[in-house]
């Protein structure tokens, strides 16, 4: 390429392409933001006045057509990333799917092997393995702080009662319901520490009393380990806390438990921050997990500040190193996006046998 960047083009302009994708294609050199396909631009949601110079497509075809696109994202509805992922790998593009990858781990196996065929590149959106508390809680497994890990919980709860807003995300439809949002978030980063369990139990429902759509609100997933570690996967909304739980570890030699959740999502919609304002990603001490170390049978707890963090702009740094020819460097192998897409559908299925089910 003459300019030595990577063009990249993103088929959706809503909440994903403008908070998620955009604003850290901007920060890392080595990409161009070029194109977008939004169907119906309104005078208030235009991505072509939100960012001048671009291209504004109305159909994937187009943007598929232009050969000056090298990386397609797509940013839309899950039940639409297998056959949109895989039309930009039949031309030839480099793809990321935001999560989840697809409803089932048979159309995210077909992407893989598709892309492989293809010679090009595809990775799944997987953000939140570059949180600032899961890094730091990361750095005291890897360092042996925590000793052997036997009990791992990971929390995504909220407080949100009452019915849901009306919108698509709200009925059912393949690749949604909480297991599928939030818990793939969750698993990912398990599945990146510990690799996959073997065996899985699964509770999926609705903790609301009033959920018209019957659409899945919550889910509580148990991943057993062999080596008697059990991960408890759970996300919430009926969670009526001041601080929500985040992270609960406990090992052999100390635990970590956290609350809170990493702060960037919040600064990028609530507060307008950007990559590289100050404060971006930086927890307040308010927010610090405690780190407790047993030593010569005398348990010592103390308040631990949370890692300054690469950021989300680290998925996009690797990526393009990725693309330079350094495949160490992809920010989420698809192979792994399979695994955790498998362990969504055995929790669904153990929630609805109520077995444990070998993974």
């Known amino acids: 390429m003459a300019t030595g960047k990577y063009n990249v083009g993103i088929i959706g302009y809503g909440l994903s392409a403008k908070t998620f994708h955009i604003p850290f294609i901007n920060a890392v050199p080595e990409f161009n ?37 090298h990386v397609v994202i797509v940013t839309t509805a899950p039940e639409s990333h297998l056959p949109l992922a895989k039309q930009a790998l ?14 089932t781990s048979a159309e995210a196996q077909e992407l893989v092997d598709l892309a492989k065929a293809q010679g090009v590149l595809l990775t799944v959106y997987q953000n939140r393995r570059w949180d600032s508390d899961f890094l730091t809680l990361k750095k005291y497994i890897d360092d042996g702080s925590l000793g052997r890990i036997v009990e791992f919980e990971t929390h995504f ?61 919550s889910a509580t997933v148990l991943l057993h380990y062999d080596d008697q570690l059990l991960v408890t996967v759970k996300a919430g909304v009926v969670s ?4 929500q739980l985040r992270y609960w570890v406990r090992g052999e030699k100390g ?29 307040p001490e308010s927010h610090h997990g405690t780190l407790s170390i ?10 631990v500040p949370t890692i300054e963090p690469p950021t989300y702009v680290e998925y996009y740094r690797r990526l393009a190193q990725a693309l330079g020819g350094d495949a160490s460097k992809i920010p989420v192998p698809p192979e792994e996006a399979v695994s955790v897409i498998r ?5 669904r299925e153990s929630s609805t046998s109520g077995r444990t089910l070998s993974v």
């Open 294 to 303: 047993s030593q010569d049978g005398k348990i010592t707890s103390r308040v």
């Open 33 to 69: 933001f070029y194109a977008v396909v939004q169907r119906s631009p309104k005078p208030d949601d235009d991505a072509e006045k939100d960012h001048p110079g671009i291209k504004s497509y109305r159909s994937v075809d187009d943007l598929i057509k232009d050969d000056q696109v």
């Open 240 to 243: 009526p806390e001041v601080d």
């Open 343 to 347: 362990l969504v559908e055995l929790a």
């Open 157 to 217: 709860d909220r407080h949100r009662p009452e019915p849901p807003a009306d919108n698509w995300k709200a009925y059912h439809a393949p690749g949604t319901g909480a297991v599928y949002d939030l818990g793939t978030h969750l698993m990912d980063q398990v599945v990146h520490l510990f690799g996959l369990p073997k065996r899985i139990t699964g509770f999926v429902g609705s903790q609301r009393a009033v959920n018209k759509t019957g659409l899945e609100d």
């Open 255 to 283: 635990s970590f438990k956290k609350f809170h959740l990493d702060p960037q999502e919040d600064q990028l919609r609530k507060e307008g921050m950007k990559p590289g304002d100050k404060n971006y990603g930086i927890e």
């Open 90 to 103: 039949q031309a030839k593009k480099h793809v990321v799917v935001e999560k989840p990858f697809t409803p």
